[in-house]
């Protein structure tokens, strides 16, 4: 079963626009991942937040975590055409066993 | 290249036939897990293994699949009489479990079409 949920389910911004998704979660984590996917493709790990982190940046990418809310958003500004693909959260249990992914959000950036 | 790799990239069968995929993590993770992603949705957990011991499997994981890490080194996942409802990707990731970076890298998966 999902334990994230990605809001919105499809996105579609112009070239240079910001992006902002959001993921809400169920359980206690340890910490929540984002991760990129290009369609038929393996998935590319963006960036890690744990527990105890409120907001985390790399690149172009900015996560925010709240725990008591059990939400995550990821921003991407400045997008590109490149950044077209789908993104998943996916929450680390404390147990650390596994991770529990969300349906994902795509997003389209159009040129 | 020293990411997570898997073989073969995709696999077409017959109903009823058996396939196995192999995943190579990267070399000094001690994690490894196995995900199921059919279209459209997020991957779904099926087992994973800390060095050769398998931890934990989802009901998912049904009598017809079995996986494998036998030296804590790459694993295999068997599928007995495939059925269409197994066509999807089959992906694998590795962690570093026990250290400050937790992060999980996903190889490019192993599309399998039960035909």
């Known amino acids: 079963s999902q334990q994230g949920e990605e809001d919105p389910q499809a996105l579609s911004i112009q070239e240079g626009e910001n992006a902002t998704m959001n993921c809400s979660y169920k359980?206690?984590?340890?910490?929540l991942q984002w991760y990129r996917q290009n369609s038929g493709r393996g998935l590319v790990h963006l960036i890690l937040?744990?527990?105890?982190?409120r907001e985390k940046h790399s690149g172009r990418l900015r996560v925010t975590l709240d725990t008591s809310k059990k939400s995550s958003s990821l921003l991407i500004t400045a997008s590109r055409a490149a950044d077209t693909a789908s993104y998943f959260c996916?929450?680390?249990?404390?147990?650390?066993?596994?991770?529990?992914f969300g349906e994902g959000t795509q997003l389209t950036v159009n040129p | 290249d020293t990411g997570v790799s898997q073989d073969p990239r995709h696999k077409i069968t017959k109903r009823g036939q058996n396939v196995t995929f192999r995943c190579d993590p990267i070399s000094e993770h001690n994690r490894l897990y196995w995900y199921r992603q059919t279209l459209g949705q997020g991957p779904e957990f099926l087992t994973y293994?800390?060095?050769?011991?398998?931890?934990?499997k989802s009901r998912l994981l049904s009598d017809r699949f079995s996986a494998e890490r036998p030296k804590g080194s790459f694993s295999t996942l068997e599928i007995q009489r495939t059925e269409q409802g197994d066509s999807a990707m089959y992906l694998c990731?590795?962690?570093?479990?026990?250290?400050?970076?937790?992060?999980?890298?996903f190889g490019q998966g192993t599309r399998l079409t039960v035909v």
């Open positions: 937040i744990r527990s105890n982190e």
């Open positions: 996916a929450t680390g249990e404390t147990s650390g066993s596994r991770l529990t």
């Open positions: 359980t206690s984590i340890n910490n």
């Open positions: 990731a590795s962690s570093l479990w026990g250290t400050a970076n937790t992060e999980a890298f």
């Open positions: 293994f800390q060095n050769e011991a398998q931890l934990e």
